[in-house]
């Protein structure tokens, strides 16, 4: 089973929607989760931290469930430089990250 | 600040051939690691080191050697590069620890032919 597992899409939604990527990890023990952002063909950037009561940074939030461990971002009010790649990244015990696949988003005019 | 640097951005090889990628961090941070993104693997830990003088496999750390000789600076080594190692390869820094952001640079894309 894969450390971190996600969704690829892609999710091609309208300008000004509201989307949602869900993420689940399969180690208990993980330390602490993260959002990063990559796009195409350029290196991923840190979007956002998540925190055991959810957190929130603009129009995204930010939630985790440790007893279903899963992880979950919501955009809201899309806009078209949300367009990218979503990456859902645990960082378990051993301190090294582990990145899933990505969820790729395209925001339509 | 440059941040974290890598070079070169692009390479091609013949199988068989070895190659050097330079990571350089202008941070100060302690934690650097290497990764390679391929399509549908999302990105894998090849090795890693927690300080000047280290170093650590990771998840795929087969093929490849480091070195961390200069706290700002991490090498990536292939010594006979086989079709698999084509990838894009990025290096990381932090500062370690559990909540820190990891700073990439920009990516080195490598094809073995």
């Known amino acids: 089973r894969k450390e971190v597992e996600q969704d690829p899409g892609p999710f091609n939604v309208p300008e000004g929607a509201t989307v949602a990527f869900n993420c689940t990890y399969s180690?208990?023990?993980?330390?602490?989760f993260f959002w990063y952002r990559q796009d195409c063909r350029k290196e991923p950037k840190l979007l956002m931290s998540v925190y055991s009561s959810g957190n929130e940074d603009g129009r995204f939030t930010a939630q985790l469930n440790r007893a279903s461990q899963y992880i979950s971002l919501l955009i809201r009010d899309s806009k078209l430089s949300d367009s990218a790649t979503y990456l859902c990244?645990?960082?378990?015990?051993?301190?090294?990250?582990?990145f899933g696949t990505g969820t790729r988003l395209t925001v339509i005019p | 600040n440059a941040g974290v640097t890598q070079t070169p951005k692009f390479r091609v090889l013949k199988t068989g051939q070895s190659m050097t990628l330079l990571c350089a961090q202008d941070?100060?941070?302690?934690?650097m690691y290497w990764y390679r993104q391929d399509p549908g693997m999302g990105l894998r830990l090849i090795h890693y080191?927690?300080?000047?003088?280290?170093?650590a496999k990771g998840e795929v750390p087969d093929g490849y050697n480091v070195s961390r000789l200069k706290k700002q600076n991490f090498l990536l080594g292939l010594e006979s590069a086989a079709p698999s190692q084509t990838s894009v390869y990025f290096c990381a820094s932090n500062q370690g620890g559990y909540y820190n952001e990891q700073f990439f640079g920009p990516g080195t894309r490598l094809t073995v032919l």
């Open positions: 990244v645990v960082n378990t015990p051993s301190g090294n990250l582990f």
């Open positions: 941070m100060n941070h302690e934690y």
């Open positions: 080191s927690v300080g000047e003088g280290t170093t």
């Open positions: 180690n208990s023990a993980s330390q602490s």
